[in-house]
T-cell receptor
């Protein structure tokens, strides 16, 4: 069965702190895609990153970085030097390659609050 | 590119009435569109998958007679909540894929439905 678990429901940090959002997934497929989305209070989903199961290289984009480890089925997301604008709900999601049409399975989400 | 527009962004309706939500892919043809529902402080739950020109595939537990989905063209899918009740109040969000094997889904802005 496919499943995405974000164990941290809420995280609160002070501006400029680093913060890591955890994501653990379950799948039987050898080929799959992992995603992170940001959902600000306005509600829309903002795409942050897609990673396929064959690419375990970590990625850095500005203050954002992602650590993909197949051995532990984890795809963690780190924000360095957090800012108030980073406050949002962050979702990790999984799509199995053979899952027709691209259906995404979302984790429960982590609400990040960055205080000034 | 890859813009998905959802309308309306907010709607308030009376119990017993029907509400139609539109999801349009503005700059690409979407062979597959997905409808999700999100209750406050919860994750996105897939309601149904709609493919252009064919019947939608509903997830277990979603009433297809209550949530009517029409994907009449490659750029438009509609979700109609029939005989709405207060418990249908939720955030509804659509996503669209460019082809059946798309690795990325593009999300609309979401519709906040309140049934009074």
């Amino acid at each position: 069965a496919q499943k995405v678990t974000q164990a941290q429901t809420e995280i609160s940090v002070v501006e400029k702190e680093d913060v890591t959002l955890d994501c653990v997934y379950e799948t039987r497929d050898t080929t799959y895609y992992l995603f992170w989305y940001k959902q600000p209070p306005s509600g829309e989903l903002v795409f942050l990153i897609r990673r396929n199961s064959f690419d375990e290289q970590n990625e850095i984009s500005g203050r954002y970085s992602w650590n993909f480890q197949k051995s532990t089925s984890s795809f963690n997301f780190t924000i360095t030097a957090s800012q108030v604008v980073d406050s949002a709900v962050y979702f990790c999601a999984l799509r199995e390659f053979y899952n027709q049409g691209g259906k995404l399975i979302f984790g429960q989400g982590t609400e990040l609050s960055v205080k000034p | 590119g890859a813009v998905v527009s959802q309308h309306p962004s907010r709607v308030i309706c009376k119990s017993g009435t029907s509400v139609k939500i539109e999801c349009r892919s503005l700059d690409f043809q979407a062979t597959t569109m997905f409808w999700y529902r999100q209750f406050p402080k919860q994750s996105l739950m897939l309601m149904a998958t709609s493919n252009e020109g064919s019947k939608a595939t509903y997830e277990q537990g979603v009433e297809k007679d209550k949530f009517l989905i029409n994907h009449a063209s490659l750029t438009l899918s509609t979700l109609t909540v029939t005989s709405a009740h207060p418990e249908d109040s939720s955030f509804y969000i659509c996503s669209a894929c460019k082809d059946r094997d798309a690795t990325e889904a593009f999300f609309g802005q979401g519709t906040r439905l309140t049934v009074v």
